[in-house]
């Protein structure tokens, strides 16, 4: 009788549990490894936001271009810890690189490769861990400008703008008419996407998975992995605790935290903790037939979970564990004050850094140097988005079936150079 091969999933953020249920539903013995802070990493307080528009690399000149209006000092979203230079000016001078023309349009070519079909993935998966089908709605979002200036350039800027799978058309009057039972004024314009989705609640998906993983026999560890050794055929996980976990293969799916698990491997991985705050309210005004909807000339983005209504911004770069920064909290209560939102009065507060590589794509794959080792994190604002597509890619490269040839483009390798 033919004994199942052991994978250890180092993560157990969305990706990294939705690589585990994969793989376990695969046939292989799968443990999890979950550090048991669901608060911590960007799985728990995100938006929600099956984001299948975003096929433009961040990296390119015009991003370069509107990055100095765009600081958090000039009451924009983008911000730079400056005691954490160290950490990001490596990371920088690498996005300078993925910011030219041939760099980005190849990297447009794989994002076109990897959101070809996100719901599509999510549906497979929720069928998989036979969980609700409206964890997750192909509902489509709204991006909508508060002045007939920025709803102009707006438009200009999205119609010349690579979208993948997604479409959007200008909204009518009457869509953006049903803002006015709950904003002050009325949006100028807007435009509405299908292609897209929303989560209906980010944990309830990942606790269908983690139930998932459970009832078909796979093993989660309330722990952190704190080192990872190639040993014979296989790999030891070393734990915080002074445990080890023996695996036949290990997949490194810790998110902002990936970095230092593989750099003893000899891996060079400019990686750096992206962070995203996010306000959450039991109680508000947000009517239930108004989609997800991105405030674009405020840099913030509002949803409804069924948990409560959850108003996310800003992109401050540098230590994924660093206490959070409230100015960015209250710049947000701010921007909702000034929109008319009615929310209760104490919300819930969260921060947590998005995993993002220099070129802004993922990292998918197996070391060279070390084939034991598998990896899939390095996902940005695409993590929740991805989840289910990485699996799947996981899987192939577990099975050792022929993957799709761009997905040599998201080798950790890359980066060698």
Known sequence: MKVAQRWTVVGGGLVGTAVALRLQAAGFEVVLIDRGDPRRGASFGNIGHIAAEQCEPMPSPAALQSAFGRLFAFGGPLDFRVQDIG???????????????????????????????????????????????????????????????????????WRGARTGSARFRPMEVEELAAYDSVLRARPAGGIRFTGTGQVSEPQALRGALLAALTERGGTVVSNEAVAIRPAADGAEIRLADGGVVDSDRVVVAAGAWSASLLAPLGVRAPLVGERGYSIQFAEHDWPLDLPLTVFEDRSIVIARFSSGLRASSHVEFGNPSAPPDARKWRHIERHLGALGVGVSSVPDRWCGPRPTLADYLPAIGRLKSAPAVYYAFGHQHLGLTLAATTSELMETLALGEVAPAWLDALAIERFNG
Do not use: C, K, Y
């Open 87 to 157: 950490l990001w000016a490596p990371w920088a001078l690498r996005f300078l690189a993925a910011s030219r023309r041939a760099a980005n349009t190849a990297g447009a070519a794989v994002l076109a490769h990897l959101l070809n079909d996100p719901l599509g993935a999510w549906s497979r998966m929720l069928e998989l861990a036979q969980a609700p089908a409206d964890l997750v709605r192909p509902i489509g979002h709204a991006v909508v400008w508060s002045t007939p200036e920025a709803a102009r350039r707006g438009l200009e800027a």
